[in-house]
């Protein structure tokens, strides 16, 4: 069965995430998940998923960030499903404030990657849309503010309603579904407060690609778990 | 309370639909709503929505065929909640398959409706859009399959599943939202196959917009109730 | 022929500017225009589009401010050049910054609301926008740096390269389409100093709609073109 | 000085030319370039792009298919052109039928690409589409009438008056603009036509992607140029 890892970085296209930083970074994702035991995600960009599978797909849980409402064929500049799969990646996000889906679009896609055995996690700015994001029964659905993303201030302690809500409503429609919480999220005490409200889990982006010692950001986070 | 009409006719952009035409097709509806004893809705064209209002807004239900995510201020040629309130409609028609929206702005946009105490009736392509859309608990979900829509092939017969499944799966994440069915509807007989399993009502446009007598398919339609 | 007026006011989803807010505007606009001998342009709501015509279409320049790339026929909350023209408008933005459209749609647009003898006025952000807007020859381009709207910091101080430039490239691609510009845009001095950089004219919204007197506020502008 | 390829072959999302299969046709084509002597440019999917690059980067043009409007940061889900040009490839396709841009941001991608040094070409549907495109100042435009795509009925022949239309209104905006045509292309006398039409090369898909035998597809193609 697919399991959502309790802390997920998303690289975004920050430069320090593009190329040879990409992977850089993944192994750091690995190392950091040897040494404490806990199951990392990251979600590298489109150009660099490859690589990155090849260099730690057997280590840590690699996502793609997006995935077009595309089938094979006919289209142009899109990300499908059966890409991802056959990149050899674990799964995906979906509907990212920074890549916001139509609702149809994202139920096709959704439905699309759970049958292709990818792990699928859809974003959501709050908890009506946490709740409708669950009505399609992804394996986890990130509640994110797009108010708080990359400012340092953490969702799980700024605004612990919309955490707790969350997994209060996403349960209502769909008890299998993790939730997951992000934005702002930067130490251990952020993820302690997001567990304490009932998420099982959270997703990070510049908290560890921005950090001057990610790794040591990485285990700050995880320390959080415990 | 709000009540959902069983039978809504959505004007769309035909030109039998704008301006006079649109004046005509709503004396018609309010005919046969006071004939027949049977609340109709209709959805006229933005810019014909006032002129609507006046001739028949206390005999029909007049919906808006769309809002925009958007609050009043600075938004240029939008379609606001609050503008449908103020023109004295009734509520509205969102996410329709020729005006898809995304899941964050139709979650916002749904909300803000209801806050505004406009009817809300969210369209869906099929039973796992229904239930996102039923998450968001609007007055009523209208299921449409879009291959089917325009074509004189009734959802209703051609894809029976299809209602029961929304029905089943709407009321699973909103008890009291409605569930509406459309696409293909032309007379009584497909009015009482969706009635049949389960849907409230239905949701048609050139089936009555296009037809050489619109009041006498409409009254067919409705004699599908019974 | 369609002229182009030199002073256009979009009215946005600003509450000031809806209903009987917006027919009181636009009387204001029409006294204006019958004290001054200057032709103004109104951009109404789509709700309001109809009524404000009525009022004050013999007096004022009417534009809507949007069209869809639509038909008449199976389209749901759209407004078609059609309907623009049906409803006795005189003619539409296009392209506004809180409008954008795929360039593939505006120049779908931009043709049929030429060929239904709409005054076709499309807006860009900056120069290079300018340019390609300008190459599918609309009676006006309007230049609009996103970053000055509703400011109260006038495009033609701020960044008066923009204005020049714009009508430079403008010109080159197309002789007969005429430029304005905008954001920021609040009494005559800004005006005139558009007019010097070789502008035609300017499009307001937020400094004659939200002015503690819109009446005094349109003459103040007027006054600019001297 | 960046060279346009007269023959470019997007891959698409067409299973046949993702994963190994991207690297088996990209070898085609630089075969079918050294025997030839004809600059091949392919456009492999974004999540091939590296591996393509390495593989024949040295030997035929590498082209994205295409790029968002996004600078690096936080953007999830975009390929950046600061992401294209690191792994390597020479320049990226924009604006193709199956992902429209909006005019602004086909604005902004064209010319942070050029700024770049990628290698530039805008799809435009028609003439007038072509023209604004043109005005952007990209190294080429590609003239792709939608509804010929995927036929084998090749522009050059059913449509020749959009090529050579494309092609005089194309050089009155950008004179140094290249144009190619697509849609329907499939051997060398569809080429040889739009060669004798006026355009600098063609954009195949389907044509050599789905060809028994790429290699000879792709030679008879380049046959036609001579």
Same mark, same amino acid.
């Given at each position: 069965?697919?399991?959502? !890892?309790?802390?997920?970085?998303?690289?975004?296209?920050?430069?320090?995430?593009?190329?040879?930083?990409?992977?850089?970074?993944?192994?750091?994702?690995? #190392?950091?998940?040897?040494?404490? &035991?806990?199951?990392? &995600?990251?979600?590298?960009?489109?150009? $660099?998923?490859?690589?990155?599978?090849?260099?730690?797909?057997?280590?840590?849980?690699?996502?793609?960030?997006?995935?077009?409402?595309?089938?094979?064929? &006919?289209?142009?500049?899109?990300?499908?499903?059966?890409?991802?799969?056959?990149?050899?990646?674990?799964?995906?996000?979906?509907?990212?404030?920074?890549?916001?889906?139509?609702?149809? $679009?994202?139920?096709?896609?959704?439905?699309?990657?759970?049958?292709?055995?990818?792990?699928?996690?859809?974003?959501?700015?709050?908890?009506?849309?946490?709740?409708?994001?669950?009505?399609?029964? !992804?394996?986890?659905?990130?509640?994110?503010?797009?108010?708080?993303?990359?400012?340092?201030? !953490?969702?799980?302690?700024?605004?612990? #309603?919309?955490?707790?809500?969350?997994?209060?409503?996403?349960?209502?429609?769909?008890?299998?579904?993790?939730?997951?919480?992000?934005?702002?999220i930067?130490?251990?005490?952020?993820v302690?407060?997001a567990?304490?409200?009932?998420?099982?889990g959270v997703l990070v982006?510049?908290?560890?690609?921005?950090?001057?010692?990610?790794?040591?950001?990485?285990?700050?986070?995880?320390? &959080?778990?415990?």
């Open positions: 069965m697919l399991r959502v !890892p309790p802390v997920i970085v998303n690289f975004k296209a920050y430069s320090e995430a593009v190329g040879e930083n990409a992977l850089r970074l993944a192994r750091v994702a690995a #190392e950091v998940s040897e040494e404490t &035991g806990v199951e990392v &995600g990251i979600c590298p960009p489109h150009v $660099d998923l490859r690589d990155v599978v090849r260099e730690v797909g057997d280590e840590v849980t690699v996502l793609a960030q997006a995935v077009d409402a595309a089938e094979p064929g &006919g289209r142009t500049g899109h990300v499908t499903p059966e890409m991802v799969v056959e990149a050899g990646a674990d799964g995906t996000l979906l509907n990212h404030s920074e890549r916001r889906m139509l609702l149809e $679009d994202l139920k096709d896609v959704c439905r699309a990657c759970i049958n292709e055995g990818l792990l699928t996690i859809v974003c959501a700015s709050d908890a009506l849309a946490a709740r409708a994001a669950g009505a399609l029964s !992804p394996h986890a659905v990130a509640v994110e503010p797009p108010e708080l993303i990359g400012t340092g201030t !953490p969702v799980s302690k700024a605004d612990p #309603e919309v955490v707790e809500r969350s997994v209060e409503v996403v349960k209502e429609v769909s008890e299998e579904t993790a939730v997951l919480c992000g934005a702002g930067t130490d251990g005490s952020d302690r407060a567990v304490e409200l009932g998420a099982d982006a510049s908290g560890v690609v921005l950090a001057d010692d990610p790794k040591e950001a990485l285990l700050d986070l995880i320390s &959080g778990l415990e």
